[in-house]
T-cell receptor, first 115, second 110 residues
Framework: NAGVTQTPKFQVLKTGQSMTLQCAQD?????MYWYRQDPGMGLRLIYY???????DKGEVPNGYNVSRLNKREFSLRLESAAPSQTSVYFC??????????????FGDGTRLSIL | LAKTTQPISMDSYEGQEVNITCSHN???????ITWYQQFPSQGPRFIIQ???TKVTNEVASLFIPADRKSSTLSLPRVSLSDTAVYYC???????????FGKGTMLLVSP
């Protein structure tokens, strides 16, 4: 049982390149999330999907797009990468979007560097 | 969402009990308190959640006073493997999103 799987684990891009980060969960969860974490900072929510077919902006959505491909998969796309998007990206899922008694399960992150 | 304040860092030794306090003065009636743990190079992991009084599981205890303006995560007899960042979050019980602050970096030494 893998939980939340993110690919790739590491990536280096040049400014202006595009990139899609992949996330898949095998827990039959309805809600999925994308966060970024910068050095010495907490996680900031980029986008989330409360259920299949819906997506909503989080705290820092600019420069990103997302696709909830199906119930299992939620991808994050950088259309034109910028050095400010250098970060560690975490995908998470939870059974529903409720915060009580519905802990979020996180992947191990994608470390993205943009030169 | 209620803002939380917690110490930036704490130091402890193996075998000691560690208490990390989080302040959330503006907590709302429907808000729950949740703690996550994050090891280096890993995503956060849920530890414990509560609304009031005391909650205990196999990993930790969570103490919440009657006014709910603060909460304390208690880790009994810590080991080196408890070295991690601990996040206190406050969120609505309904459909909502989580806001992670900077957390508390706990360093456990031999």
């Amino acid at each position: 049982n893998a939980g939340v799987t993110q690919t790739p684990k590491f990536q280096v891009l040049k400014t202006g390149q595009s990139m899609t980060l992949q996330c898949a969960q095998d827990m039959n969860h309805n809600s999925m999330y994308w966060y970024r974490q910068d050095p010495g900072m907490g996680l900031r929510l980029i986008y989330y999907s409360a259920s299949e077919g819906t997506t909503d902006k989080g705290e820092v959505p600019n420069g990103y797009n997302v696709s909830r491909l199906n119930k299992r998969e939620f991808s994050l796309r950088l259309e034109s990468a910028a050095p400010s998007q250098t970060s560690v990206y975490f995908c998470a899922s939870s059974l529903t979007g409720r915060t009580f008694n519905q802990p979020q399960h996180f992947g191990d992150g994608t470390r993205l560097s943009i030169l | 969402l209620a803002k939380t304040t917690q110490p930036i860092s704490m130091d402890s030794y193996e075998g000691q009990e560690v208490n990390i306090t989080c302040s959330h003065n503006n907590i709302a009636t429907n808000d729950y308190i949740t703690w996550y743990q994050q090891f280096p190079s890993q995503g956060p992991r849920f530890i414990i959640q509560g609304y009031k009084t005391k909650v205990t599981n196999e990993v930790a205890s969570l103490f919440i006073p009657a006014d709910r303006k603060s909460s304390t995560l208690s880790l009994p007899r810590v080991s080196l493997s408890d070295t991690a960042v601990y996040y206190c979050l406050v969120g609505e019980s309904g459909y909502s999103t989580l806001t992670f602050g900077k957390g508390t970096m706990l360093l456990v030494s031999p």
